[in-house]
T-cell receptor, first 115, second 116 residues
Framework: ETGVTQTPRHLVMGMTNKKSLKCEQHLGHNAMYWYKQSAKKPLELMFVYSLEERVENNSVPSRFSPECPNSSHLFLHLHTLQPEDSALYLC??????????????FGEGSRLTVL | AQSVAQPEDQVNVAEGNPLTVKCTYSVSGNPYLFWYVQYPNRGLQFLLKYITGDNLVKGSYGFEAEFNKSQTSFHLKKPSALVSDSALYFCAAVRGGYSSASKIIFGSGTRLSIRP
């Protein structure tokens, strides 16, 4: 079983749909992250949760809504997205947030296409 | 502004030849530096990191990276490339002394293609 599991792997949705991405980590980590990966752009950090509390929100539009019910699960709720939101969404986890030397463990990503 | 630059979008190498993937950084203080690899349709995997000490860091799959403080570089190297090394490689940095995984800055990635 991989350390960080993301579902679904692929998602196609219309601009008026509501959908959610799910991430689960089996590593005993206490910090979780959502990143957006678009072609030929650096990875964009979207949200950080530490001990289930959101500690960073990098100016992400409100049509993206994260949820972290416990330290093992992270969701990204999607609503009225735009075509430019089409990207690979990566979940990651780490042991600790502050004081961590930066090693992140990534899931395989959810490829989102917005029509 | 702090940044990580990977000047080459693509690097092409013949199998068996040495490879280098370049990375330069602009991060205040003594940075922590990382390389991650992304295979097709997969997430990023950690390869290696430099925190302090020996400037040559060894990592997974035979890769190594050399930290050069004067040139603010952290190039990824491998003595003999394999076709299976073909992937997207990301360099990343975070300011040391204020280590936080959420402050990691990623480069835009370099696609490495190894031809048989």
């Amino acid at each position: 079983e991989t350390g960080v599991t993301q579902t679904p792997r692929h998602l196609v949705m219309g601009m008026t749909n509501k959908k959610s991405l799910k991430c689960e980590q089996h590593l005993g980590h206490n910090a979780m992250y959502w990143y957006k990966q678009s072609a030929k752009k650096p990875l964009e950090l979207m949200f950080v949760y530490s001990l289930e509390e959101r500690v960073e929100n990098n100016s992400v539009p409100s049509r993206f809504s994260p949820e972290c019910p416990n330290s093992s699960h992270l969701f990204l709720h999607l609503h009225t997205l735009q075509p430019e939101d089409s990207a690979l969404y990566l979940c990651a986890s780490s042991q600790g947030w502050r004081g961590n030397t930066g090693e992140l463990f990534f899931g395989e990503g959810s490829r989102l296409t917005v029509l | 502004a702090q940044s990580v630059a990977q000047p080459e979008d693509q690097v092409n190498v013949a199998e068996g030849n040495p490879l280098t993937v370049k990375c330069t950084y602009s991060v205040s203080g003594n940075p922590y530096l990382f390389w991650y690899v992304q295979y097709p349709n997969r997430g990023l995997q950690f390869l290696l990191k430099y925190i302090t000490g020996d400037n040559l860091v060894k990592g997974s799959y035979g890769f190594e990276a050399e930290f050069n403080k004067s040139q603010t570089s952290f190039h990824l190297k491998k003595p003999s490339a394999l076709v299976s090394d073909s992937a997207l490689y990301f360099c990343a940095a975070v300011r040391g002394g204020y280590s936080s995984a959420s402050k990691i800055i990623f480069g835009s990635g370099t696609r490495l293609s190894i031809r048989p």
